[in-house]
């Protein structure tokens, strides 16, 4: 079974700030692993995808990944956040030889807030 | 040009009623999903079919049908409408190798 968690409910940052979205996964064998972003009233656009190699992955609107594989961690982070990426962002897995129909598991979500 | 889309974006319905949503994707993927979002914003994939055969079948009700005519399209028809069915409904598509899925905008269903 594959499954993932984002712990935090809410993250609040100012403008400037740095942002990271935290995210945990389980899977049984070695896992593909993704970052989407969801604006109100929208779908989701994915940001970006760990599947091999680098463990530092970059995606859009100036995001990255770092995948830790001892602490079955995946998370968003970007350097100075902005306004517009108040979102709720989504973690997802799959595993990469067991999941059927390239079956992704979502965790529950992360709203940011960012403040001017 | 959009890239997957959906319609209706807004279906407001009365329980005991059926209804269909379409999704069609012009990015040439093999592989289209339907996923439920909840009012808590828990997304979960209902079916998955990969050129026109179904993949996935998640622990969905018997009511929820999908049916996909070509690669390209993949409707959703619900029988018998119950209040638990309200929520947002997103087609998505991905491409054999590539792995991301790329969603439509939804579509509310909304069962009075």
């Known amino acids: 079974a594959q499954s993932v968690a984002q712990p935090e409910d809410q993250v609040n940052v100012a403008e400037g700030n740095p942002l990271t979205v935290k995210c945990t996964y389980s899977v049984s064998g070695n896992p593909y692993l993704f970052w989407y972003v969801q604006y109100p009233n929208r779908g989701l656009q994915f940001l970006l995808k760990?599947?091999?190699?680098?463990?530092l992955v970059k995606g859009s609107y100036g995001f990255e990944a770092e995948f830790n594989k001892s602490q079955t961690s995946f998370h968003l982070k970007k350097p100075s956040a902005l306004v517009s990426d108040s979102a709720l962002y989504f973690c997802?897995?799959?595993?990469?030889?067991?999941?059927?129909?390239?079956?992704?598991?979502f965790g529950g979500g992360t709203r940011v807030l960012v403040k001017p | 040009d959009t890239a997957v889309s959906q319609t209706p974006k807004y279906l407001v319905t009365q329980m005991g009623n059926d209804k269909s949503i379409k999704c069609e994707q012009n990015?040439?993927?093999?592989?289209m999903y339907w996923y439920k979002q909840d009012s808590k914003k828990f997304l979960k994939i209902m079916f998955s079919?990969?050129?026109?055969?179904?993949?996935i079948n998640e622990t969905v009700p018997n009511r929820f049908s999908p049916k996909s005519p070509d690669k390209a399209h993949l409707n959703l028809h619900i029988n018998s409408l119950e209040l638990g069915d309200s929520a947002v409904y997103f087609c998505?598509?991905?491409?054999?190798?590539?792995?991301?899925?790329?969603f439509g905008p939804g579509t509310r269903l909304t069962v009075t």
């Open positions: 079919y990969n050129n026109k055969e179904l993949i």
């Open positions: 997802a897995v799959r595993d990469m030889i067991k999941a059927a129909g390239n079956k992704l598991t």
């Open positions: 990015l040439g993927h093999d592989t």
């Open positions: 998505a598509s991905s491409q054999r190798g590539a792995y991301e899925q790329y």
């Open positions: 760990y599947i091999t190699g680098d463990n």
